[in-house]
């Protein structure tokens, strides 16, 4: 596994979460087209790079191919490196970006602000699950 790619990958996440911390104005996401587009775009984003961060491990471990991107979470889950609640968080979070993806103009900015004001920390867990599971199996390299 190229981990310093993978380490690219959760400080990216890392970086999404504080953008979002600093810039994002909950507030004003459904009156102003700027902060809508700006966070959907960061969440999104943050979103697929932990995706790609899991496609990642799930290929290395030899986890199988996983038909959908829930299962991926799931075998992610299955192999401790998240927990099962997590990886139904996920589905929900990847969900959200299949919407944002395909579905654009559905984009509901109710949910775009919730998952602004509230769901950030899933983001963040997700980073340090992963750095300390990456701890875990190989001590010497961190």
């Given at each position: 596994?190229?981990?310093?790619l993978?380490?690219k990958?959760?400080?990216?996440?890392?970086?999404?979460?504080r953008?979002?911390?600093?810039?994002a104005?909950?507030?004003?996401?459904?009156?102003?087209?700027v902060q809508?587009?700006?966070?959907v775009?960061?969440?999104?984003?943050a979103?697929?790079?932990a995706?790609?961060?899991?496609?990642?491990?799930?290929a290395?471990r030899?986890?199988?191919?996983?038909?959908?991107?829930k299962?991926?979470?799931?075998?992610?889950?299955?192999d401790?490196?998240?927990?099962?609640?997590?990886?139904?968080?996920?589905?929900?979070?990847?969900?959200?970006?299949?919407i944002?993806?395909?579905?654009?103009l559905?984009?509901?900015a109710?949910?775009v602000?919730?998952?602004?004001?509230?769901?950030?920390?899933?983001?963040?867990?997700?980073?340090?699950?992963?750095?300390?599971?990456?701890?875990?199996?190989?001590?010497?390299?961190?």
């Open positions: 596994m190229d981990r310093i993978l380490e990958h959760l400080v990216y996440v890392a970086d999404c979460v953008l979002l911390r600093e810039r104005h909950p507030n004003e996401i459904a009156s102003d087209p809508f587009h700006f966070v775009h960061v969440l999104q984003t979103a697929q790079a995706q790609d961060i899991a496609s990642m491990i799930v290395h030899g986890l199988g191919e996983p038909r959908t991107n299962e991926l979470f799931q075998r992610l889950a299955q401790g490196w998240i927990s099962a609640e997590d990886a139904e968080v996920w589905r929900q979070i990847i969900a959200f970006r299949n944002v993806m395909h579905r654009y559905q984009v509901d109710t949910i602000r919730h998952i602004a004001e509230r769901r950030t920390e899933d983001l963040m867990r997700f980073v340090h699950r992963v750095r300390e599971r990456l701890q875990e199996l190989d001590p010497a390299s961190s």
